[in-house]
């Protein structure tokens, strides 16, 4: 969420990941608490880094933190590994990596859906202007979210309240409005690269080249080959027309 008036005054609200995990020192570290939360920590983690302090002279002071190795796979999405791989094993680990995070998709609950949806809708918000990479993935995942979301209303809007037994008796109202914002999702993501990155014919190049979208196209329109379609085909079948009053 974003920071309170006072939060913002005292708490840094970026960090970036240090160079060089031999030679740097960082700055901020990651503990996870009893309960499972998880918080980012300003100091040392290790003795021999020596005493953690910051010069007080009234200049800004650049903190970086070092996520490890469980980081791996996001440097590798970002083109930017610490490890030297085979173009080969590079594209191997981020298509596993791939089918288990579109896996994972398909198991969330209703209320998973709408924390989705309150988490990443600020991404279209924000301003800045987000990296091809990024943009690309975030049309493919919010189209994923449609689907599921389409799919657990199917399931379950015909259930009353007291026989409900999807995510605490989510109410059939929820899960119809549930539908609505993910398509207003994909029309947000695809206007957000409208405006930074060009048309729809080249949104339907550059996806070409994203194993995620494009598994996730032939996945869903089985019936029109995205290396096919034509620019307008295109569109129509991602770009949901219907997201007014949400």
């Known amino acids: 969420g974003e920071l309170h008036l006072v939060a913002r005054k005292h708490v840094p609200s970026f960090v970036n990941e240090i160079n060089d995990p031999n030679h740097d020192t960082p700055s901020v570290h990651a503990k996870i608490d ?56 590079t594209r191997r680990l981020l298509q596993n990596d791939e089918r288990g995070y579109v896996k994972e998709l398909e198991t ?52 009353g309240d007291d026989e409900s037994i999807c995510d605490n008796g989510v109410r059939q109202l929820d899960l119809d409005l549930l539908v609505k914002k993910c398509k207003q999702m994909i029309a947000l993501a695809c206007d957000t690269w409208l405006n930074w990155h060009g048309t729809f014919s080249e949104l339907q190049q550059d996806a ?30 991602i770009y949901p027309e219907d997201t007014a009053d949400v």
């Not at 990024?134 to 799919?151: D, F």
């Open 34 to 89: 009893p309960e499972g939360s998880l918080h980012y920590l300003l100091g040392h983690t290790h003795v021999a880094d020596g005493d953690f302090c910051f010069v007080a002279d009234g200049q800004e002071e650049e903190i970086f933190i070092d996520y490890g190795e469980s980081y791996e796979l996001v440097r590798l999405r970002e083109g930017y590994p610490r490890k030297i791989l085979s173009q080969i094993e």
């Open 108 to 159: 969330f609950t209703a209320n998973e859906v709408e924390h989705f949806i309150k988490t990443f809708r600020p991404m279209f918000s924000c301003g800045r202007q987000p990296s091809k990479s990024v943009l690309l993935r975030a049309i493919a995942v919010c189209i994923l979210m449609r689907r599921r979301a389409t799919a657990i209303y199917e399931q379950f809007h015909d259930l």
């Open 208 to 237: 070409l080249q994203s194993d995620l979208f494009r598994n996730t196209f032939s996945e869903i329109y089985p019936q029109t080959p995205m290396e096919t379609a034509s620019p307008d085909e295109f569109r129509d079948l």
